[in-house]
């Protein structure tokens, strides 16, 4: 199973980037997907996830409003559209698929990790 994450780059606060996804290896449409991230020094966090039919969507409170997580599953691709960046937004973003189709904000429910895309917002 390989996940590949891209679209992160370097932009100023109240921009705007799209990071998509990836997937091979995995049946893509039996499987829920999230975004996470990390700054440095902390934890890595959930940002989104969706559900196997991309029907279900569920957003942390700090990007609700702000991001929007999607998936097309002919394409087996994930995608997170990021407006109204922030400082804070600063993270390297992970893309994960779990095994089942069902949505979690629980890291240890995903399975499966790309090797991360660095976002840096500029103030």
């Known amino acids: 199973v390989q996940l590949q994450e891209s679209g992160g780059g370097l932009v100023q606060a109240g921009g705007s980037l799209k990071l998509s996804c990836t997937v091979s290896?995995?049946?893509?449409?039996?499987?829920?997907m999230a975004w996470f991230r990390q700054a440095p020094g902390k934890e890595r966090e959930l940002v989104a996830c969706?559900?196997?039919?991309?029907?279900?969507?569920y957003y942390a409170t700090y990007v609700r409003g702000r991001f929007t997580i999607s998936r097309n599953n002919a394409k087996k691709l994930m995608s997170l559209q990021m407006n109204g960046l922030k400082s804070d937004d600063t993270a390297m973003y992970y893309c994960?698929?779990?095994?089942?189709?069902?949505?979690?904000?629980?890291?240890?429910?995903?399975?499966?990790w790309g090797q991360g895309t660095q976002v840096t917002v500029s103030s």
């Open positions: 994960a698929a779990s095994r089942v189709p069902f949505m979690s904000d629980e890291e240890a429910d995903f399975d499966y």
């Open positions: 969706i559900d196997w039919k991309g029907s279900g969507t």
């Open positions: 290896g995995l049946r893509f449409d039996d499987s829920a």
